[in-house]
């Protein structure tokens, strides 16, 4: 197999009712691609009959590669191990759920061929996504242009085209907690956005819970910003500033107006649960940073891999 021009990673989380599908629209536009196109299916331990999918397309139809991973190791270390093996000159990270259109691949590329080196997609709207989840991603990407150090685009989910250029320096990035869409931000180089329309999903579920989504947003958060340490001072600021006004009124209670009661329990109750919550809250604050050091700190692989097909390295199980 000569050298692929364009290598296509889509991590997957039991998704076999997608596969099928997904691979029927690749391959139409693999047909419209010219040069060598290889295709990684990265399975982040699904439990369902995705592999046996992925072994039997490998098979079949040799532009299939896929990497097992040894457990489910979640969306972003899945994409950072696809990343890892790629061969093409250029790169597109897509979902298997056809939320996002292989067709807009070629777009892409088209982009490419301009000099771009990042071309991302940016959702116009999300068909058939709860209010919920429209209202917090919305309130999300705007808190997060506000406190990242750098510019990550609003609406901008995974799906992208990279030049080698890039994902050689996200491959030579050890850190493990990976918010992909911001690190490829903070890579630079020549970046542009394309805008598209984001389907339903094709079929399956929602593999992202709750708990993946928020840990993905305070990662992206906590990655990109030192504002949330900051909190600490300000507050702490404030509750001084808040005290002090709190000594002239007693003090002219006192002196002036000796008919206002003095404050009692309840106000300082109130106090005691404001300070020891913001106290907390600030504690809590440090803890994610200090919990992100500590995961760096160990250097453990970032993920294992159990099978591959296709793929270089066939003797390479570990990867950090
Ligand atoms: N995914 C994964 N590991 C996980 C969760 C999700 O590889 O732990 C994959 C999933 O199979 C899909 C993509 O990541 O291809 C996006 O997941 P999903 O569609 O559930 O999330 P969305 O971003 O659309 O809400
Ligand atoms: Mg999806």
């Known amino acids: 197999m000569t050298q692929p021009i364009v290598s296509i990673v889509i991590p997957i989380y039991n ?3 997608n596969i099928p599908e997904l691979y029927r629209r690749l391959e139409t536009v693999i047909q419209q691609l010219d040069g060598e196109v290889e295709v990684i299916f990265v399975d982040d331990g699904s439990r369902d009959n995705s592999l046996n999918l992925m072994r039997k397309i490998h098979d079949r139809d040799y532009h299939f590669n896929y990497i097992s991973l040894a457990r489910n190791f979640g969306h972003q270390i899945a994409v950072t191990a696809g990343l890892n093996f790629v061969r093409g000159r250029v790169v597109v990270v ?23 080196q990042v071309v991302y997609a940016q959702r116009l709207s999300r068909k058939k996504e709860t209010v919920l989840k429209r209202f917090t991603a919305y309130a999300f990407y705007r808190i997060l242009r506000r406190l990242a150090d750098v510019n990550i685009p609003p609406d901008t989910g995974d799906f992208c085209l990279m030049d080698r250029e890039v994902v050689d320096i996200l491959n030579s990035m050890p850190e493990r907690n990976r918010y992909i869409r911001g690190l490829r931000a903070w890579v630079g180089f020549r970046q542009t956005a394309i805008t598209f329309e984001r389907d339903p999903r094709f079929a399956g579920t929602v593999k992202y819970s709750f708990a993946k989504s928020w840990a993905l947003a305070i990662n992206g958060i906590i990655s990109f910003s030192r504002v949330p340490l900051k909190l600490a001072t300000y507050l702490g600021m404030l509750s001084a500033g808040v005290a002090l006004f709190m000594i002239f009124l007693v003090l002219y209670w006192r002196l002036f107006d000796s008919a206002s009661p003095l404050i009692g329990y309840t106000l300082i109750t109130i106090a005691l649960f404001f300070l020891g919550s913001v106290q907390l809250f600030c504690i809590g604050i440090l803890g994610e940073y200090i919990g992100r050091i500590y995961e760096e700190v160990k250097g453990r692989p970032i993920y294992t891999v159990k099978e591959m097909g296709g793929v270089r390295s066939e003797e390479l199980r570990v990867k950090s």
């Open 15 to 17: 998704e076999e009712e």
């Open 94 to 116: 897509m979902d298997a759920d056809l939320q996002d259109p292989p067709e807009l691949i070629l777009a892409m590329i088209e982009k490419w061929q301009q000099g771009y």
